[in-house]
């Protein structure tokens, strides 16, 4: 496989045409190594349109998304994110090169570790892996400038939204299949948070979020 025109045709023919469109976003996509974040046994499918397994039931979202999110979110040098569901650490690396301290949490230590390795051999300095449940945030390294959950959620908790500080941004994956949604938060004063509904997609869900109870008649 030709690594380089591979990873071309993923921007030009799976990330682009879906409104990713920022220039800075489009050249960080092609400067960092997707295919060092995906488990070796799933090389072949580091540049496909379709998420990747990582082990564990776990996936990597598809890359369309992955860049559509990073886009929406904004994010700005001087910033700090907090990522929720590291996975191999690929969004937490993208993440890395834009802001100036990326904490991801993750609830599995197999992946948190894999993730690690993954930056460190990426060289992201400015990146930490926890190994812990992001559904309640990380209140005492709060309030971020932007928060990513990297996955699925039934609704973002109010405990997240909290630790947005005042114009923070926070995008998710809300909803349930077959009909998801991703939806861009942000923290308009101490007060008021508005949401605004970005793009239908589907994405597995993240561990740690409480469904809903649901009455069965």
């Keep these: 496989m030709n690594i380089e025109q591979a990873r071309f045709n993923m921007i030009e023919q799976q990330i682009r045409p879906w409104d990713v469109l920022d220039g800075a976003v489009l050249s960080l996509l092609a400067a960092v190594r997707r295919e060092d974040f995906v488990p070796t046994a799933m090389k072949a499918l580091a540049f496909v349109d379709t998420e990747v397994p990582l082990g564990e039931g776990q996936v990597m979202l598809a890359p369309r998304v992955e860049a559509r999110m990073l886009q929406e ?74 928060v990513m959950l990297s996955g699925s959620v039934p609704s973002v908790p109010k405990a997240l939204l909290d630790q947005l500080k005042v114009g923070g941004r926070l995008i998710a994956i809300e909803g349930h299949e077959p009909v998801m949604c991703a939806v861009l938060y942000t923290r308009q004063s101490e007060q008021a948070v508005s949401r605004e509904e970005l793009f239908d997609t589907v994405a597995q869900r993240l561990d740690g979020f409480p469904e809903p109870t649901r009455f069965t008649f």
């Design 73 to 146: 979110l904004k994010v700005q040098r001087h910033e700090t994110v907090l990522e929720v569901g590291t996975g191999s650490g690929f969004v937490a690396a993208l993440l890395g090169h834009r802001a100036q301290r990326v904490i991801s949490l993750e609830c599995r230590p197999t992946l948190a570790a894999q993730a690690r390795a993954n930056l460190q051999r990426a060289g992201l300095s400015n990146v930490e892996v926890r190994e812990q449940c992001g559904s309640t945030g990380l209140a005492e390294e709060g309030p971020f400038d932007a």
